[in-house]
């Protein structure tokens, strides 16, 4: 089993920054390809972005690509996610995943590790 738990939401005005963490604990000696999904509300959950076990590939949705970046610290045991200019349609509660299939899958689908989500809001 592995558990994730994210820290790190909170309320930001737009164009602002917050930097979500997920902690990695459990069957830590696997290094698993993780993701970042959001769901705001009435919506269904959404792919964000993905990285490999290494570290060395992701993917991005088109509509964080070049203001969020993902990366993990093996070390740590820890996945985080840097998003700057932060807009209201990123409001979300935000999801860190694992996955014990190879590659940087992008479908929730293929993730069977979630954490319990942190809330970002941004403020208009």
């Known amino acids: 089993q592995v558990q994730l738990v994210e820290s790190g939401g909170g309320l930001v005005q737009a164009g602002g920054s917050l930097r979500l963490s997920c902690g990695v604990s459990g069957r830590t000696s696997l290094m698993l390809p993780m993701a970042w999904f959001r769901q705001a509300p009435g919506r269904e959950r959404e792919f964000v972005t993905s990285l490999s076990s290494t570290g060395f590939t992701t993917n991005y949705s088109d509509s964080v690509k070049g203001r969020f970046t993902v990366s993990r610290d093996n070390t740590r045991k820890t996945l985080y996610l840097q998003m700057n200019s932060l807009k209201p349609e990123d409001t979300a509660v935000y999801y860190c995943?694992?996955?014990?299939?190879?590659?940087?899958?992008?479908?929730?689908?293929?993730?069977?590790?979630w954490g319990q989500g942190t809330q970002v809001t941004v403020s208009s």
């Open positions: 995943a694992a996955s014990i299939r190879g590659g940087v899958p992008t479908s929730r689908t293929t993730y069977e590790y």
